[in-house]
C-alpha cells in the first residue's frame, strides 16, 4: 500500500455510540480506529443514498 496517508482527525461520538465502538472493538480485539473505518467502509453506499441538502424540495 503505497503512500498510505496517516492524518489525524478527532471525531466525537454520542457516550452511547461510543460504547458500542468501544463493544465491538473489545469483541472483534481491533481498534477504535480500525472498527469506525470498516463502519464507513459497509456504510457508505448507504449513506450516498440520503438527500444532499441541496436536493430538498424547498417549495413545500
Known amino acids: 500500500m503505497a503512500g ?3 492524518r489525524k482527525q478527532s471525531l466525537y461520538f ?3 455510540m461510543l460504547e458500542e465502538i468501544q463493544h ?3 469483541r472483534l480485539d481491533r481498534s ?3 472498527i469506525v473505518q470498516r ?3 459497509v456504510g457508505l453506499s ?3 443514498k440520503l438527500p444532499s441538502v441541496n436536493d430538498i424540495d424547498e417549495t413545500r
Open 4 to 6: 498510505t496517508d496517516k
Open 14 to 16: 454520542p457516550e452511547s
Open 24 to 26: 465491538e472493538a473489545a
Open 32 to 34: 477504535l480506529s480500525w
Open 39 to 41: 463502519c464507513v467502509k
Open 46 to 48: 448507504e449513506v450516498r
